[in-house]
């Protein structure tokens, strides 16, 4: 077994724990046994178990499973972070399903095959080494924070354990990365992460959005122009990816660049060198790439409009944030988390929200994302005289009105996309990037459908 670990087995039955302890002794760092769902408290901080092997049923002829159940919790309450592997002589799909969505890890049945509980053992040590490791790098990015404010990655969600993982798992390469999510996803955020685990710490982090800039811009971003090289260039201008060189270069909204950007910017990555427009000399750069995008390039390379090789080069690895409408209960600790920085910019003293308002934000779908949540308890927090923010300080529409249809079904794209952009600019109150965020397109976009309705 490669993995080894200190174990805490826990069993009311005395021939249970002997022969378990007989089994493992060999194969982990240590073992202990209880017979005392009492001294759960005093190993889980004294002895600080790798993994925790837990009987369902404690009482004999016992079959709810509930002590193991309240075992668990009061496990869970103690580390979140703690692997616990249920074991049962009662093989029950119901229990075990249970057991995994209250936060154990696997389920084993008794009696036990010797490999099946090793193999079981061994993943839930690595699973455990993996859990501490992110732990250790919440802890490095909360004390590194302060030094380039960069912000808090929150989120427990497995999804958002999993960005994390790959952070952290990411920390020591030099790969390019392609972050994908929807927009206020918080790709950005992530994408700084990236930089800043890396060996290029120290160098330029240096971004470009491609979604806020004019596509005829493109190319004297990226590349930098010669003096003369066009009538406005009065003096030579390095472009980004000149500037980025020797750290990392973090292309936001790749999915907009045109297809012969497209085409230029392989032959810099391929070649590690640029032109400046107007110049005949190259010059040599060394980029890391970080890129992100709201659009599915996958799709983009199947329908002609991003090209496959540009994709392979920039997605050595893909990071995939989720929307946060999957992420359950970090709408809550994120909403905590803004409410905590609103209160202190403001000098509001809110100290949470009512249990409604907490519903309310579960339930809403969240189309703009962790920013529209961010926006949204900004305002809530400065408009709110209460104590505890509630339903009425979010107004937004709540699931059921949200997704009506209308009787008079519109078909026609045209007067439906006119009528989804009157609809964000006035809900937005004529701010752009809100209803930019609203409509689930970038700024430059929507100045682009401004201007082709006419509005
Ligand atoms: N997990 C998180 N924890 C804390 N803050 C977050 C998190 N995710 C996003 N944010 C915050 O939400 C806001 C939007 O995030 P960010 O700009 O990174 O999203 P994005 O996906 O890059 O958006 P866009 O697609 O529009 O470029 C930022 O203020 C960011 O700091």
Redesign the pocket.
Known sequence: MEEKGKILIIDDNEDVLFALNLLLEPYMEKVKVTTQPARIAHFMTTFKPDVILLDMNFRRDAISGQEGFDCLEQILQIDPQAVVIFMTAYADTDKAVRAIKEGATDFVSKPWEKEKLLATLSSALKLSRSRKEVGKLQAQMLALKTDDEL?????NSPA?QKVKETIFKLSDTDANIL?L????????????MLKHFSPRQEAAFVTI?L?SIPEQLFESELFGYEKGAFTDARKAKPGRMEIASGGTLFL??IGNLSLPMQAKLLTAIEKHRILRLGAVEPIEIDVRLIC?T?ANLHQRVADGSFRQDLLYRINTIELR?PPLRERGE?ILL?AE??LTGYNRKYHKEVKGLTREAKNKLLKYNWPG???E??HTIERAVILSDNTLLRPADFPFPTAGNEHRESNDEELNLEKLERKAVEKAMRSSGGNMTRAA?LLGI?RFALYRKIEKLGL
């Not at 912000?151 to 989120?155: C, D, F, K, M, N």
């Not at 999510?181 to 700084?192: F, H, P, S, Y």
């Open positions: 912000s808090e990655l929150i989120g958002m972050i999510g929807e927009n206020g996803t918080g790709k950005d955020l992530v994408a700084r959005d979604g936001d909204e992100a709201n944030i970090d994120l988390h803004f994302n962790v920013r949540l961010q965020e970038t």
